[in-house]
């Protein structure tokens, strides 16, 4: 059954040749088999997700179905689920059990869709390759000596390797993208403030957006229609109107305007990614797109600039993690300021503690103009080389990441070198930009992802491309021997 795309799954629920009760029981099924050797899984609601599928398949026999209706999903461990315990990958909130849903995951139990539990994540979403998870490293399902990227990386090798076939991930600085082009999936960051961010544990406000990761175009397209909208709960929730996705996906890309970014293909990038790059930037012009020269020739300023911002922006949102109210607490305080050190030291990992004291140097008296003031500075010059690069095409293409994914332990005790992994997916966060990862190929068995960049509230025309990429390639199709 894990083989069957949503389509095929959802044609099934409605022609109750399928029950969603099977269905959900079937990936409770692999994931008891294969989650140990993975650790894709925080938390698995086995109970919930029966009982979730027991009523989908009510409606369904009633007729008042949605599309998504008794499909069952796995949640990123950043989003509140009512009832269900919800850490963050953190030590620090290892005994919160959420009493609210968030919106996205209000939106997606209206539409039916069972939950099979909360995957595994980089602390706080701080990190690029799932190594930093109080509960240990997620393996990649491709290569179980490969990290699966991050923050994301959980949700990402429980698509890859058929735990679940949707899965919400959170991005803000690549974290849906990277981990999607490491494990061979597809997944799409939308603009900012297209999906509501209340009830998603904050790391950095300005930067974090929700999205969907799943197998195909088609599929995220599903999702990312029942997920996005505005709430009022959020300030930073979009008014626009919101364009279905799902309608255009089979629309011709015949001369669609493709810009490649000649910084994205210098020094620095692996030689074998860029070929699998360029032949799918070649796929896309046999279907009748043309590609034009465009430059982002500040592309060198935005992990500079972000990783100024976004430690900023956590460092405040993480100071409510005092001890006093919920979350972990030290044994035998002597005093309140004991408690608070205590408690902050032993519940927060080592990459939280960084960027947290990276971010209270950067707002402190005396550098806030010479650093964060700055960097506030760069990201406009960000946003606006891409405002110019969009005069002259329609969707920006290039790689996800500098190389295919890396062993664990290989960045480690290298910071540098992890942050610039997410060298071209953190510009999109900076401008607030949707963007998605594509499944273009293998270098040495492990994936590589397309880059695909659109100008504010394109998503659709984003997972357009994708689907017609997606109609004559089968790369989205490949699935890791051992989990077949």
């Known amino acids: 059954m894990h083989t069957l795309s949503i389509k095929q799954m959802t044609e099934q629920l409605k022609a109750r040749t399928l029950t969603s009760v099977a269905l959900t029981q079937h990936y409770l099924d692999r994931i008891e088999k294969f989650d140990g050797e993975l650790n894709t899984f925080i938390t698995v609601t086995p109970e919930l997700a029966i009982?979730?599928?027991?009523?989908?398949?009510?409606?369904?026999?009633?007729?008042?179905?949605?599309?998504?209706?008794?499909?069952?999903?796995?949640?990123?461990?950043?989003?509140?689920?009512?009832?269900?315990?919800?850490?963050?990958?953190?030590?620090?909130?290892?005994?919160?059990?959420?009493?609210?849903?968030?919106?996205?995951?209000?939106?997606?139990?209206?539409?039916?869709?069972?939950?099979?539990?909360?995957?595994?994540?980089?602390?706080f979403a701080m990190g690029s390759s799932s190594e930093s998870s109080y509960y240990g490293p997620t393996k990649n399902p491709w290569d179980l000596k490969a990290v699966p990227g991050g923050s994301s990386g959980g949700a990402a090798a429980v698509i890859a390797a058929g735990l679940a076939p949707m899965a919400t991930g959170t991005d803000t600085g690549g974290s849906i993208?990277?981990?999607?082009?490491?494990?061979?999936?597809?997944?799409?960051?939308?603009?900012?403030?297209?999906?509501?961010?209340?009830?998603?544990?904050?790391?950095?406000?300005?930067?974090?957006?929700?999205?969907?990761?799943?197998?195909?175009?088609?599929d995220a397209a599903w999702m990312l229609d029942a997920m996005a909208g505005f709430d009022e709960r959020d300030s930073t929730s979009s008014e626009a109107a919101f364009n279905a996705c799902s309608a255009n996906l089979n629309d011709s890309i015949k001369g669609l305007k493709v810009g490649v970014p000649?910084?994205?293909?210098?020094?620095?990038?692996?030689?074998?990614?860029?070929?699998?790059?360029?032949?799918?930037?070649?796929?896309?012009?046999?279907?009748?797109?043309?590609?034009?020269?465009?430059?982002?020739?500040?592309?060198?300023?935005?992990?500079?600039?972000?990783?100024?911002?976004?430690?900023?922006?956590?460092?405040?949102?993480?100071?409510?993690?005092?001890?006093?109210?919920?979350?972990?607490?030290?044994?035998?305080?002597?005093?309140?300021?004991?408690?608070y050190t205590?408690?902050?030291?032993?519940?927060?990992?080592?990459?939280?503690?960084?960027?947290?004291?990276?971010?209270?140097?950067?707002?402190?008296?005396?550098?806030?103009?010479?650093?964060?003031?700055?960097?506030?500075?760069?990201?406009?010059?960000?946003?606006?080389?891409?405002?110019?690069?969009?005069?002259?095409?329609?969707?920006?293409?290039?790689?996800?990441?500098?190389?295919?994914?890396?062993?664990?332990?290989?960045?480690?005790?290298?910071?540098?070198?992890?942050?610039?992994?997410?060298?071209?997916?953190?510009?999109?966060?900076?401008?607030?930009?949707p963007g998605m990862s594509v499944p273009a190929g293998f270098v040495d068995g492990r994936p590589v992802g397309l880059h695909l960049i659109g100008n504010y509230h394109s998503e659709a025309k984003l997972l357009n491309v994708a689907h017609q990429y997606q109609q004559t390639t089968d790369w989205h199709t490949q699935v890791p021997a051992a989990y077949k």
């Open 177 to 218: 993208r990277q981990p999607a082009s490491f494990c061979g999936i597809t997944g799409i960051k939308p603009t900012y403030g297209a999906v509501s961010r209340y009830g998603m544990i904050a790391y950095a406000s300005s930067f974090d957006q929700g999205g969907p990761m799943t197998r195909s175009a088609e």
């Open 342 to 433: 205590r408690s902050r030291t032993e519940g927060f990992g080592a990459e939280v503690q960084r960027r947290i004291m990276v971010g209270a140097y950067a707002l402190s008296a005396g550098y806030y103009d010479a650093y964060y003031l700055k960097a506030q500075k760069l990201r406009r010059v960000v946003r606006d080389d891409f405002s110019k690069a969009f005069q002259n095409c329609d969707i920006i293409v290039g790689p996800v990441a500098p190389e295919p994914a890396f062993n664990i332990g290989e960045k480690s005790d290298d910071p540098i070198s992890m942050y610039l992994a997410d060298l071209y997916t953190i510009p999109v966060n900076l401008a607030g930009m």
């Open 262 to 339: 000649s910084e994205y293909f210098g020094e620095g990038l692996n030689a074998d990614v860029a070929k699998v790059v360029k032949n799918a930037i070649a796929e896309l012009e046999k279907q009748g797109a043309e590609v034009v020269e465009v430059s982002l020739p500040n592309t060198e300023l935005a992990v500079p600039a972000y990783y100024v911002l976004a430690p900023a922006e956590a460092s405040s949102n993480l100071s409510r993690f005092d001890a006093v109210r919920y979350g972990y607490r030290c044994e035998n305080p002597v005093d309140l300021e004991d408690l």
């Open 51 to 123: 009982e979730m599928a027991k009523a989908a398949d009510k409606r369904l026999d009633e007729g008042n179905a949605t599309l998504l209706t008794g499909i069952p999903i796995a949640h990123k461990d950043i989003f509140c689920v009512d009832g269900v315990k919800t850490t963050c990958g953190s030590k620090m909130l290892s005994n919160f059990v959420s009493p609210y849903d968030a919106n996205v995951v209000e939106k997606l139990k209206a539409e039916g869709m069972p939950i099979l539990g909360k995957t595994n994540m980089d602390e």
